[in-house]
Protein backbone atom coordinates (compact mmCIF):
# COMPACT_ATOMS: atom_id res chain seq x y z
CA UNK A 1 0.00 0.00 0.00
CA UNK A 2 2.56 2.41 1.14
CA UNK A 3 4.70 1.66 -1.91
CA UNK A 4 1.91 2.27 -3.97
CA UNK A 5 1.55 5.71 -2.57
CA UNK A 6 4.83 6.52 -3.00
CA UNK A 7 4.55 5.54 -6.61
CA UNK A 8 1.31 7.86 -7.41
CA UNK A 9 3.22 10.59 -5.11
CA UNK A 10 6.73 10.37 -7.70
CA UNK A 11 3.91 10.64 -10.93
CA UNK A 12 2.02 13.33 -8.91
CA UNK A 13 4.44 16.18 -10.44
CA UNK A 14 4.81 14.84 -14.21
CA UNK A 15 0.84 15.06 -13.84
CA UNK A 16 0.88 18.17 -12.75
CA UNK A 17 2.87 19.68 -15.66
CA UNK A 18 0.90 17.60 -18.70
CA UNK A 19 -1.86 19.31 -17.00
CA UNK A 20 -0.29 22.82 -16.78
CA UNK A 21 1.04 22.32 -20.51
CA UNK A 22 -2.44 21.03 -22.10
CA UNK A 23 -4.47 24.20 -20.13
CA UNK A 24 -1.80 26.72 -22.21
CA UNK A 25 -3.11 24.72 -25.61
CA UNK A 26 -3.83 26.99 -28.37
CA UNK A 27 -4.35 31.28 -28.67
CA UNK A 28 -7.51 32.29 -27.49
CA UNK A 29 -9.18 32.68 -31.29
CA UNK A 30 -8.27 29.05 -31.43
CA UNK A 31 -10.75 27.59 -28.78
CA UNK A 32 -14.48 26.63 -29.15
CA UNK A 33 -14.99 27.59 -25.48
CA UNK A 34 -14.50 31.21 -26.32
CA UNK A 35 -17.75 31.76 -28.54
CA UNK A 36 -17.66 34.81 -30.58
CA UNK A 37 -20.92 34.55 -32.52
CA UNK A 38 -24.24 33.01 -32.54
CA UNK A 39 -23.07 29.64 -34.11
CA UNK A 40 -20.16 29.09 -31.84
CA UNK A 41 -22.39 30.13 -28.64
CA UNK A 42 -25.26 27.38 -29.43
CA UNK A 43 -22.43 24.94 -29.81
CA UNK A 44 -20.90 26.12 -26.42
CA UNK A 45 -24.29 25.84 -24.88
CA UNK A 46 -24.25 22.09 -26.07
CA UNK A 47 -21.17 21.34 -24.88
CA UNK A 48 -21.81 22.81 -21.38
CA UNK A 49 -25.12 20.76 -21.22
CA UNK A 50 -23.97 17.79 -21.87
CA UNK A 51 -20.71 18.40 -19.46
CA UNK A 52 -23.14 18.90 -16.56
CA UNK A 53 -25.41 16.26 -17.21
CA UNK A 54 -22.27 13.82 -17.52
CA UNK A 55 -20.47 14.76 -14.84
CA UNK A 56 -24.18 14.70 -12.84
CA UNK A 57 -24.37 10.85 -13.70
CA UNK A 58 -20.48 10.33 -12.89
CA UNK A 59 -20.83 12.34 -9.31
CA UNK A 60 -24.02 10.07 -8.14
CA UNK A 61 -22.10 6.44 -9.41
CA UNK A 62 -18.74 7.46 -7.64
CA UNK A 63 -20.87 8.47 -4.53
CA UNK A 64 -22.92 5.31 -4.89
CA UNK A 65 -20.57 3.23 -5.48
CA UNK A 66 -18.08 4.48 -2.64
CA UNK A 67 -20.91 4.14 0.06
CA UNK A 68 -21.19 0.31 -1.42
CA UNK A 69 -17.57 -0.75 -1.52
CA UNK A 70 -16.86 0.94 2.70
CA UNK A 71 -20.39 -0.31 3.75
CA UNK A 72 -20.16 -4.16 2.35
CA UNK A 73 -16.20 -4.45 2.81
CA UNK A 74 -15.02 -7.72 4.01
CA UNK A 75 -14.49 -7.45 8.23
CA UNK A 76 -11.86 -8.93 9.92
CA UNK A 77 -12.71 -12.28 11.35
CA UNK A 78 -16.19 -12.37 9.39
CA UNK A 79 -16.23 -15.03 7.45
CA UNK A 80 -20.03 -15.30 6.90
CA UNK A 81 -21.78 -15.12 2.99
CA UNK A 82 -24.38 -12.30 3.20
CA UNK A 83 -27.75 -12.46 2.09
CA UNK A 84 -27.64 -12.94 -1.65
CA UNK A 85 -30.11 -10.70 -3.90
CA UNK A 86 -31.47 -10.87 -7.47
CA UNK A 87 -33.31 -8.47 -9.21
CA UNK A 88 -35.07 -5.77 -7.69
CA UNK A 89 -37.95 -4.22 -9.74
CA UNK A 90 -38.46 -0.54 -8.30
CA UNK A 91 -34.10 -0.25 -8.84
CA UNK A 92 -34.25 -1.14 -12.37
CA UNK A 93 -37.48 0.97 -13.07
CA UNK A 94 -35.19 4.05 -11.78
CA UNK A 95 -31.85 3.77 -13.63
CA UNK A 96 -33.86 2.93 -16.41
CA UNK A 97 -35.86 5.85 -16.42
CA UNK A 98 -33.74 8.22 -15.49
CA UNK A 99 -30.91 8.10 -18.86
CA UNK A 100 -34.18 8.14 -20.28
CA UNK A 101 -35.12 11.92 -18.96
CA UNK A 102 -31.61 12.67 -19.08
CA UNK A 103 -30.96 11.69 -23.09
CA UNK A 104 -34.51 13.68 -23.73
CA UNK A 105 -32.99 16.51 -21.98
CA UNK A 106 -30.27 16.41 -24.14
CA UNK A 107 -31.35 15.66 -27.10
CA UNK A 108 -34.72 18.31 -27.54
CA UNK A 109 -31.48 21.65 -27.75
CA UNK A 110 -29.74 19.46 -29.27
CA UNK A 111 -32.10 18.41 -32.12
CA UNK A 112 -33.20 21.91 -32.83
CA UNK A 113 -29.97 23.32 -32.81
CA UNK A 114 -28.92 20.82 -35.57
CA UNK A 115 -31.59 22.46 -37.50
CA UNK A 116 -30.85 26.21 -36.86
CA UNK A 117 -27.25 25.47 -38.23
CA UNK A 118 -28.54 23.68 -40.82
CA UNK A 119 -31.15 26.41 -42.68
CA UNK A 120 -30.05 27.80 -45.91
CA UNK A 121 -29.41 31.24 -46.29
CA UNK A 122 -28.48 30.67 -50.00
CA UNK A 123 -31.36 32.95 -51.29
CA UNK A 124 -31.03 35.44 -47.76
CA UNK A 125 -30.36 38.80 -49.50
CA UNK A 126 -28.97 39.84 -45.89
CA UNK A 127 -26.26 37.35 -46.05
CA UNK A 128 -23.18 37.46 -47.42
CA UNK A 129 -22.36 34.45 -49.55
CA UNK A 130 -18.75 32.85 -50.08
CA UNK A 131 -17.47 30.18 -51.77
CA UNK A 132 -14.85 28.42 -50.02
CA UNK A 133 -12.47 25.83 -51.72
CA UNK A 134 -9.94 23.50 -50.03
CA UNK A 135 -6.67 23.65 -51.78
CA UNK A 136 -3.51 21.34 -50.98
CA UNK A 137 -2.20 23.93 -48.28
CA UNK A 138 -4.58 26.95 -48.79
CA UNK A 139 -7.96 27.95 -49.22
CA UNK A 140 -9.77 30.32 -51.89
CA UNK A 141 -12.47 32.54 -50.77
CA UNK A 142 -14.90 34.04 -53.52
CA UNK A 143 -17.71 36.19 -53.28
CA UNK A 144 -19.75 35.42 -56.18
CA UNK A 145 -22.42 38.52 -55.37
CA UNK A 146 -19.19 40.90 -55.34
CA UNK A 147 -17.03 39.52 -57.77
CA UNK A 148 -14.04 39.30 -55.51
CA UNK A 149 -11.45 36.58 -55.46
CA UNK A 150 -9.38 35.95 -53.00
CA UNK A 151 -7.38 33.66 -50.40
CA UNK A 152 -5.85 33.30 -46.97
CA UNK A 153 -7.79 35.83 -45.35
CA UNK A 154 -11.71 35.45 -44.95
CA UNK A 155 -13.14 39.30 -44.81
CA UNK A 156 -16.93 39.43 -42.84
CA UNK A 157 -18.63 42.17 -41.82
CA UNK A 158 -20.08 41.71 -38.09
CA UNK A 159 -23.07 40.67 -36.90
CA UNK A 160 -24.35 39.56 -40.36
CA UNK A 161 -24.81 35.99 -41.52
CA UNK A 162 -22.13 34.53 -43.74
CA UNK A 163 -23.30 32.01 -45.99
CA UNK A 164 -20.59 29.54 -46.90
CA UNK A 165 -20.73 26.82 -49.67
CA UNK A 166 -17.65 24.37 -49.67
CA UNK A 167 -15.94 22.64 -51.83
CA UNK A 168 -12.49 20.92 -52.47
CA UNK A 169 -10.33 21.41 -55.70
CA UNK A 170 -8.30 17.97 -54.81
CA UNK A 171 -8.47 15.88 -51.75
CA UNK A 172 -11.17 16.31 -48.37
CA UNK A 173 -10.25 19.39 -46.45
CA UNK A 174 -12.35 20.63 -43.36
CA UNK A 175 -12.89 24.13 -43.02
CA UNK A 176 -12.72 25.07 -39.07
CA UNK A 177 -12.99 28.14 -37.31
CA UNK A 178 -13.71 27.45 -33.86
CA UNK A 179 -14.69 30.93 -32.11
CA UNK A 180 -17.19 31.36 -34.89
CA UNK A 181 -18.24 28.02 -34.71
CA UNK A 182 -18.56 25.20 -37.05
CA UNK A 183 -16.20 22.45 -38.59
CA UNK A 184 -17.29 21.17 -42.39
CA UNK A 185 -15.44 18.97 -44.69
CA UNK A 186 -14.50 20.30 -47.88
CA UNK A 187 -15.19 17.56 -50.43
CA UNK A 188 -14.57 17.23 -54.00
CA UNK A 189 -17.21 17.17 -55.99
CA UNK A 190 -19.61 17.98 -53.91
CA UNK A 191 -21.00 21.03 -51.98
CA UNK A 192 -21.57 21.24 -48.07
CA UNK A 193 -23.03 24.55 -46.81
CA UNK A 194 -22.97 26.30 -43.44
CA UNK A 195 -23.42 29.73 -41.62
CA UNK A 196 -21.00 31.52 -39.47
CA UNK A 197 -21.47 34.99 -37.65
CA UNK A 198 -19.27 37.28 -35.64
CA UNK A 199 -20.66 39.46 -33.01
CA UNK A 200 -17.22 41.17 -32.37
CA UNK A 201 -14.60 42.80 -34.68
CA UNK A 202 -11.23 41.11 -34.79
CA UNK A 203 -9.27 37.98 -36.41
CA UNK A 204 -9.96 34.90 -36.03
CA UNK A 205 -7.67 31.67 -36.33
CA UNK A 206 -8.93 29.16 -39.23
CA UNK A 207 -7.46 25.58 -39.55
CA UNK A 208 -8.10 22.87 -41.86
CA UNK A 209 -9.14 20.16 -39.74
CA UNK A 210 -8.82 16.73 -41.99
CA UNK A 211 -5.92 15.10 -42.80
CA UNK A 212 -4.70 16.44 -46.28
CA UNK A 213 -1.41 15.71 -46.93
CA UNK A 214 2.45 16.24 -45.68
CA UNK A 215 1.49 20.08 -44.86
CA UNK A 216 -1.72 19.42 -43.30
CA UNK A 217 -0.54 20.91 -39.90
CA UNK A 218 0.14 24.45 -41.97
CA UNK A 219 -3.03 24.77 -43.79
CA UNK A 220 -3.99 27.68 -41.83
CA UNK A 221 -6.00 30.72 -42.70
CA UNK A 222 -7.83 34.12 -40.83
CA UNK A 223 -11.61 35.34 -40.41
CA UNK A 224 -11.07 38.92 -40.39
CA UNK A 225 -14.54 40.76 -38.97
CA UNK A 226 -14.67 44.00 -39.44
CA UNK A 227 -17.55 46.70 -38.85
CA UNK A 228 -20.04 46.91 -42.17
CA UNK A 229 -18.34 50.35 -43.07
CA UNK A 230 -15.35 48.78 -42.85
CA UNK A 231 -16.03 45.71 -45.25
CA UNK A 232 -17.74 48.10 -48.01
CA UNK A 233 -14.36 50.07 -47.92
CA UNK A 234 -12.58 46.63 -48.57
CA UNK A 235 -15.41 45.67 -51.14
CA UNK A 236 -14.14 48.46 -53.26
CA UNK A 237 -10.42 48.26 -52.38
CA UNK A 238 -10.66 44.84 -53.93
CA UNK A 239 -12.88 46.21 -57.25
CA UNK A 240 -12.12 49.39 -57.94
CA UNK A 241 -9.21 50.13 -55.60
CA UNK A 242 -5.54 50.61 -56.91
CA UNK A 243 -2.55 49.18 -55.78
CA UNK A 244 0.31 51.22 -52.97
CA UNK A 245 3.07 52.99 -54.67
CA UNK A 246 5.98 50.57 -54.77
CA UNK A 247 8.87 51.30 -52.34
CA UNK A 248 11.08 50.75 -55.30
CA UNK A 249 9.11 51.27 -58.21
CA UNK A 250 12.20 49.88 -60.67
CA UNK A 251 12.55 47.15 -59.23
CA UNK A 252 9.15 46.52 -58.42
CA UNK A 253 8.60 46.89 -62.63
CA UNK A 254 11.00 44.53 -63.47
CA UNK A 255 9.05 42.04 -60.53
CA UNK A 256 5.80 42.92 -62.88
CA UNK A 257 7.81 41.36 -65.86
CA UNK A 258 8.84 38.68 -63.50
CA UNK A 259 5.38 37.61 -62.88
CA UNK A 260 4.04 37.74 -65.75
CA UNK A 261 6.51 35.59 -67.38
CA UNK A 262 6.64 32.87 -64.45
CA UNK A 263 3.99 33.01 -62.12
CA UNK A 264 0.50 34.50 -63.78
CA UNK A 265 -0.39 31.10 -65.45
CA UNK A 266 -0.97 29.75 -61.72
CA UNK A 267 -1.50 33.49 -59.79
CA UNK A 268 -4.00 35.78 -60.30
CA UNK A 269 -3.69 39.57 -60.12
CA UNK A 270 -7.16 41.79 -60.32
CA UNK A 271 -8.98 38.79 -61.90
CA UNK A 272 -5.90 38.36 -64.76
CA UNK A 273 -4.23 35.28 -64.67
CA UNK A 274 -4.21 31.15 -63.36
CA UNK A 275 -6.95 30.07 -60.46
CA UNK A 276 -4.35 27.36 -59.67
CA UNK A 277 -2.44 29.11 -56.81
CA UNK A 278 -3.88 31.72 -54.50
CA UNK A 279 -5.48 35.14 -55.89
CA UNK A 280 -2.26 37.80 -55.00
CA UNK A 281 -4.65 41.21 -55.73
CA UNK A 282 -4.24 42.04 -52.31
CA UNK A 283 -1.37 39.87 -51.14
CA UNK A 284 0.88 42.86 -49.32
CA UNK A 285 -2.12 43.43 -47.05
CA UNK A 286 -1.91 39.61 -46.04
CA UNK A 287 -0.70 38.80 -42.71
CA UNK A 288 1.25 35.60 -43.77
CA UNK A 289 2.96 34.00 -46.75
CA UNK A 290 1.89 30.68 -47.40
CA UNK A 291 -0.87 30.90 -44.38
CA UNK A 292 2.27 30.48 -41.50
CA UNK A 293 5.03 32.89 -42.35
CA UNK A 294 4.97 36.43 -41.46
CA UNK A 295 4.68 38.58 -44.46
CA UNK A 296 7.68 40.83 -44.73
CA UNK A 297 9.59 40.82 -47.57
CA UNK A 298 12.56 38.30 -45.50
CA UNK A 299 9.85 35.22 -45.63
CA UNK A 300 8.63 35.96 -49.05
CA UNK A 301 11.72 35.80 -50.49
CA UNK A 302 12.12 32.48 -48.11
CA UNK A 303 9.49 31.21 -50.18
CA UNK A 304 9.77 32.15 -53.00
CA UNK A 305 13.56 30.45 -53.26
CA UNK A 306 12.54 27.47 -51.81
CA UNK A 307 8.51 26.50 -51.47
CA UNK A 308 8.87 22.98 -50.69
CA UNK A 309 11.22 23.28 -47.45
CA UNK A 310 8.27 26.00 -46.18
CA UNK A 311 4.79 23.50 -46.75
CA UNK A 312 5.87 20.07 -48.23
CA UNK A 313 3.95 18.64 -51.00
CA UNK A 314 2.49 22.04 -51.97
CA UNK A 315 2.19 22.24 -55.78
CA UNK A 316 4.16 25.78 -55.91
CA UNK A 317 7.64 24.78 -58.14
CA UNK A 318 10.86 25.98 -57.17
CA UNK A 319 11.49 28.39 -59.84
CA UNK A 320 15.34 28.63 -59.25
CA UNK A 321 15.36 32.23 -59.54
CA UNK A 322 18.43 34.13 -59.10
CA UNK A 323 18.77 36.68 -56.15
CA UNK A 324 18.28 39.65 -58.08
CA UNK A 325 15.56 38.25 -59.50
CA UNK A 326 13.59 37.34 -56.14
CA UNK A 327 14.40 40.49 -54.76
CA UNK A 328 12.49 41.93 -57.93
CA UNK A 329 9.69 39.72 -57.46
CA UNK A 330 9.81 40.13 -53.65
CA UNK A 331 9.21 44.39 -54.39
CA UNK A 332 6.30 43.77 -56.50
CA UNK A 333 4.20 40.84 -54.75
CA UNK A 334 4.87 43.07 -51.51
CA UNK A 335 3.65 46.20 -53.81
CA UNK A 336 0.18 44.18 -54.03
CA UNK A 337 -1.49 46.82 -51.36
CA UNK A 338 -4.93 47.50 -51.72
CA UNK A 339 -5.54 51.28 -50.55
CU1 LIG B 1 -6.40 20.51 -45.83
CU2 LIG B 1 -5.84 19.28 -43.89
Known amino acids: MMRRLQQVGRMLPMLVMVALLLTGCGDPYLSALQPKGPVAG ?16 FTVVIVIFTYVLIRYRKRKGDNSIPEQIEGNHKL ?17 PMVSTTFTLAKDYSNDKDAVQVK ?19 A ?5 PVNKKVYLSLEAADVIHSFWVPALGGKK ?36 FKVKAVSQE ?5 VVKMTKGENAPAENKAVATQGDEIFKQSCVSCHAVDG ?25 KKHVAEWLKDPESVKPGNLMPNLKLQDDQVDALVEYLSSLKRQ
Open 152 to 156: QELYI
Open 272 to 296: NGGKIGPDLTNFGNRQTVAGVLPND
Open 42 to 57: MQYDLIKLSVIIMLGV
Open 185 to 220: DTNPGMTNHMWLESTVEGTFQGRCAELCGPSHALMD
Open 230 to 234: EFDKW
Open 92 to 108: EIIWTVIPFILLIVLAI
Open 132 to 150: VTGHQFWWEFEYPDLKINT
